[in-house]
């Protein structure tokens, strides 16, 4: 845990914007960047899918705790969302969220080879969150991620994809981009200014 703390129960839904962030190869470099550039005041939960190796602990939460002003945690069930703060799916498990903002994991089995899997994340920040949910695709190989980013459009909410030109590795953006259903494609110093503005702040 760093600097999140527990949100009591409010008996209602989560009322702020959710941004749910996926990428694979290239995304600790990518999200250092994102985050870094982000405000502490930003008025949006965070969600983040990075493809991981299940075997494995991570440590990528401490790592971008280090590299963000915004409190940051390896996601568990019952975790509430807050505005300003990031949580990242833990590996080998689905990260999911309630309209209440409450936190489950899932070991259903992978989607596209992966889990966490970004399709996952994103269609359940479209079903509980609607038009304020933003999905955020980065770098990263294969094509997880692009059917989430139409479900998170067809719920009315926004999409923005990192541009080839700043992706290391441009399959996810690419898959997403060829849905068809992208507002923004954007170079990487760019998403957070457009993250702020969405999210009702000033870039």
């Known amino acids: 845990m760093t600097g999140i703390a527990d949100r009591k129960a409010q008996g209602g839904p989560f009322t702020k914007p959710v ?8 995304g600790l470099s990518a999200l250092s960047q994102l985050l870094s550039a982000l405000p502490p005041t930003l008025d ?8 991981l190796d299940p075997a494995r602990p991570s440590h990528l939460a401490d790592i971008l705790a280090r590299r ?13 969302l807050q ?15 309630d309209p209440e903002g409450t936190i489950s994991l899932s070991h259903r089995p992978p989607v596209h080879f992966v889990r966490p899997a970004a399709d996952r994340l994103f269609e359940s920040i ?36 990192q ?3 700043t992706s290391e590795f441009f399959g996810m953006p690419k898959s997403a981009i060829d849905a068809g259903q992208v507002d923004l494609i954007l170079p990487l110093d760019e998403i957070a200014p457009a993250l702020v503005v969405l999210c009702g702040g000033a870039a």
Request: glycine share 14%.
């Open 44 to 51: 949006a939960a965070i969600l983040v899918v990075q493809h």
């Open 126 to 161: 479209a079903g509980s969150f609607g038009p304020r949910a933003v999905a955020v695709v980065l770098t990263g190989t294969g094509h997880d991620g692009a059917t989430g980013a139409q479900a998170v459009k067809r719920a009315g909410g926004r999409v923005i994809v």
């Open 19 to 26: 941004i749910g962030i996926a990428t694979s190869a290239g």
């Open 68 to 80: 963000t002003p915004l409190p940051v945690k390896q996601a568990a069930s019952k975790d509430r």
């Open 83 to 97: 505005p300003g703060a990031v949580f990242i799916a833990p590996p080998g498990a689905h990260l999911l969220v």
């Open 163 to 165: 541009d080839e030109s």
